[in-house]
């Protein structure tokens, strides 16, 4: 039988077809992208209201919804080390309407929990590193130590005895007190709540005599006398604290943590979108009076490329999954 060719005016309306759904396919993602937003945005925040997270988007927020036209709507999602809404984002339509801002506990998690329910490399897109935050190693009332030499001699003589408590199991203050742990040659008890708000509390009544927390929720405690400030955990003394000697300082070197702070969307949010968001982020950032509202606070605003926040939390992941093994942490 012959072979039956195609008229060439069929060849060129099947292509001119192709190339027409090709194109309508294609239309939502970069629609979406030009009149994006058309709607308010929902940032999930992993932690209560209170917290170190809370304090940092608040502010943010109201400054992003001036430059968007559309209200930024802080949603809480607490519980088990953030991972819950983490898992809310990986599952949310990739529109840019719903977002995250996470904290170092985000990279923590990869290697702290046996199991999550979504790929912290794979099924996030980095918008923004915005911000850093030194924290702090604070005691209550009730500790006798009144430094860092003292209070590893007070927790030698009897071993468990003292507590500390964290924003919640795996969260930074959390691995910051087991890596003291590790090189202070000590043992603490951890004791795990739900969110620095409620940390504060425990610290206030004695129910626990430390935490190593963010310096934004803590300082207020400490200048008030409430609290004491036995040493920040970074490699230099924070800016709003001078006062207080880092943990090299003490005598416990080999210990640098600093808290951060970024704003993720779910994998495959259009990248017009991704560059938009960054690009207004970095904008408030740079602000005068945004900037004086978190220097208040201890924060220091980066304002990041999606690019530099990917290799961020890549390198995050990797040290924090090291220090995970080596101390030996692991949820209960």
């Known amino acids: 039988m012959a072979s039956i060719s195609r008229p060439a005016w069929g060849r060129r309306a099947w292509l001119a077809g192709m190339l027409t759904t090709a194109a309508a396919i ?3 993602s970069g629609a979406s992208a030009q009149t994006w937003p058309a709607r308010p945005i929902q ?20 400054k992003l ?6 209200p930024v709507v802080l949603d809480y ?79 030698k003589a009897a071993p468990g005895k003292l507590t500390f408590g964290s924003a919640g199991n795996g969260n930074t203050g959390h691995l910051a007190g087991e890596l003291f742990d590790s090189v202070a040659g000590i043992k603490m008890t951890h004791v795990p709540y739900k969110g620095s708000a409620q940390v504060v509390t425990a610290m206030l009544s004695g129910e626990v005599q430390l935490t190593f927390d963010s310096i934004s929720t803590t300082l207020p405690h400490v200048k ?43 994998a495959g949010t259009p990248q017009p979108v991704i560059d938009r968001l960054s690009t207004e982020i970095a904008t408030v950032l740079r602000q005068p009076d945004l900037k004086a509202n978190l220097a208040t606070n201890g924060y220091e605003p980066v304002g990041s490329t999606p690019a530099a926040l990917r290799t961020h939390i890549d390198a995050e992941i990797n040290r924090w999954s090291k220090v995970v093994k080596d101390s030996g942490a692991q949820i209960q």
């Open 65 to 70: 919804q001036e430059r968007l036209g559309q």
């Open 43 to 62: 940032l999930l925040i992993p932690y209560p209201p209170g917290g170190s997270a809370d304090l940092l988007a608040r502010p943010v927020a109201a």
């Open 26 to 28: 294609a239309l939502p």
């Open 224 to 266: 008030s006398g409430k609290l004491r400030a036995l040493a920040v955990t970074g490699s230099q003394r924070a800016a709003v604290a001078p006062e207080v000697p880092t943990l090299a300082e003490a005598g416990v070197p080999g210990i640098s943590i600093t808290g951060w702070y970024a704003v993720l969307a779910p």
């Open 77 to 155: 999602r607490p519980g088990a080390g953030g991972t819950i809404a983490s898992q809310a984002l990986a599952r949310a339509k990739p529109d840019g309407y719903t977002l995250i801002m996470v904290l170092a506990a985000h990279a923590i998690n990869a290697s702290l929990y046996p199991k999550l329910p979504y790929d912290t490399r794979k099924d996030f897109a980095p918008v923004s590193l915005v911000a850093n935050l030194p924290m702090i190693l604070a005691g209550s009332p009730s500790l006798q130590a009144t430094n860092v030499k003292e209070l590893i001699a007070e927790a």
